[in-house]
């Protein structure tokens, strides 16, 4: 097994993520967790008292504490983004993290935001799938040689802006206005496809859309803050990091009808060898529902890798 190929990689370092990796690395599954603890919705709470035996912590030194448990027991902590995630015909998943290295797991663990960040441009709802999308891993084949815009400032929005150099040349990222923070390593890739970066902000998506076949032939046009123009054939939304739905998408993962992530007791979802835990499966949005769920989700992939029906981890 080579430094990048892992038994099991853990999406997102709040306390699902790190309690999956608690257990798999328990069991002496090599395992990696990627993301950044700091960005967890943990680190914004100055007293935690609705979690048992942390009575009065501070979700600071909760998070601290679970890095250095995860430490303890070997698994390992990347603090980066992860931009993508494809499976491969032999089972083994492939995650692409912001600065461009690829790793390799047996079994993912998705435990990472829940929705899309809409970008609050007006007619973004009523146009969505007839010109305006979210996934380029899904609609992305709809718009070969066509010219498309991209809408995000971040490292999310480059690897889509990537991804659709498969169909099209004609690619604009609009940062909607804010400051462009996109690593090295993807600049890189956008700069070799001629990707166009621009820091204009969009006001408005029109388009007629009243019926599907008439928005599958008509230009969709941006109206920008400073009341200009400009005619697209479709517009790609990726705000923020990518989250756990824009994964699900990515591999064909089936969601409820609100967007979770449909998963059994187990925490196994739709797709065989990925699970999900915690926010990301809808329910009770708390921090013991999280913990909870990354224990099933581990001892699952245990069972599953080690080829074994029973296992406990009692101390």
Do not use: W
Not at 62 to 91: M, P, T
Not at 268 to 278: D, I, K, L, N, Q
């Amino acid at each position: 097994m080579s430094d990048s190929d892992y038994d099991v990689i853990v999406i997102g370092a709040g306390p699902a993520g790190m309690s999956s990796a608690v257990f798999t690395a328990r069991a002496s599954l090599k395992t990696l967790v990627i993301g950044d603890p700091d960005k967890s919705q943990l680190i914004t709470a100055s007293e935690v008292g609705n979690y048992l035996f942390a009575d009065g912590r501070s979700g600071r030194e909760l998070l601290d504490a679970g890095i250095a448990q995860v430490e303890k027991y070997g698994a390992q902590l990347l603090v980066n983004e992860a931009v993508h995630i494809v499976k491969e015909e032999s089972g083994v998943f492939r995650i692409k993290t912001a600065d461009a290295k690829e790793y390799a797991a047996r079994a993912v663990v998705l435990a990472i935001g829940v929705s899309y960040i809409k970008s609050g441009i007006k007619n973004e709802q009523e146009l969505k799938g007839k010109g305006v999308h979210y996934c380029v891993a899904c609609d992305g084949y709809f718009y070969k040689g066509k010219k498309v815009l991209v809408v995000g400032n971040g490292n999310y929005a480059a690897e889509e802006a990537i991804e659709l150099l498969a169909y099209t040349k004609d690619i604009t990222i609009i940062s909607n206005g804010r400051e462009f923070s996109i690593s090295p390593e993807l600049m890189v890739g956008l700069q070799k496809g001629s990707v166009k970066l621009r820091k204009d902000k969009a006001f408005e998506f029109v388009k007629d859309a009243s019926s599907t076949a008439a928005a599958a032939k008509s230009k969709l046009t941006v109206i920008f803050k400073d009341n200009s123009k400009e005619d697209f054939d479709g517009a790609f939304i990726a705000l923020g990091a990518a989250s756990t739905v824009g994964f699900a998408n990515k591999l064909g993962m089936e969601l409820d009808s609100t967007g979770f992530i449909v998963a059994d007791k187990n925490g196994m979802t739709s797709v065989e060898g990925v699970y999900a835990a915690g926010s990301c499966t809808g329910g009770t949005f708390q921090m013991a529902k999280s913990v909870g769920e990354g224990c099933v989700a581990a001892i699952s992939i245990v069972k599953k890798l080690r080829g074994i029906e029973n296992y406990s981890d009692l101390t």
